[in-house]
C-alpha cells in the first residue's frame, strides 16, 4: 500500500505560481499528477519515472515541473504562468509500471490521493 496526500492547492489569479506537494509513504518506480476540470475527465499532467524520466501534458509544457525528493518522500508540481483553464482538482498517483510505461494512461495507476484544489481566476 501506498499512502498519498497532497497539498498547497488554493486560488490565485492568472498568470500567477503555486507549487503543490504530495507526501508518500513510499515511491513507486512511475509517480504523477493528474486534474480533473469540472464536467470533464481526468487528464494527466506530468509524471516521473524512477529513473528520471519526465513526461508533460501539451498544454502545460514549459510551465510546469515535476520533481520528486527522495530524501523526503515528497513528490511536487510547481506551476507557474497559470491559466483559468488550469482551474482543477489535483490528485497525486502512484504506479508499479516501469519507466517506459510511465505515461498518462490512468489505470496504470492504482494509488491515488484526495486531490488538492487549484482554483485560477482571470
Known amino acids: 500500500q501506498v499512502q498519498l496526500v497532497e497539498s498547497g492547492g488554493g486560488s490565485v489569479q492568472a498568470g500567477g505560481s503555486l507549487r503543490l506537494s504530495c507526501a508518500a509513504s513510499?515511491?513507486?518506480?512511475?509517480m504523477g499528477w493528474f486534474r480533473r476540470a469540472p464536467g470533464k475527465e481526468r487528464e494527466g499532467v506530468a509524471t516521473?519515472?524512477?529513473?528520471?524520466?519526465?513526461r508533460y501534458a501539451d498544454s502545460v509544457k514549459g510551465r510546469f515541473t515535476i520533481s520528486q525528493d527522495n530524501a523526503k518522500n515528497t513528490l511536487a508540481l510547481e506551476m507557474n504562468s497559470l491559466k483559468p483553464d488550469d482551474t482543477a482538482m489535483y490528485y497525486c498517483?502512484?504506479?508499479?509500471?516501469?519507466?517506459?510505461?510511465?505515461?498518462?494512461?490512468?489505470?496504470?495507476?492504482?494509488?491515488w490521493g484526495q486531490g488538492t484544489q487549484v482554483t485560477v481566476s482571470s
Open positions: 513510499r515511491f513507486t518506480p512511475c
Open positions: 516521473v519515472s524512477s529513473t528520471g524520466i519526465t
Open positions: 498517483a502512484a504506479s508499479h509500471v516501469l519507466a517506459t510505461y510511465c505515461d498518462f494512461l490512468t489505470w496504470r495507476f492504482i494509488y
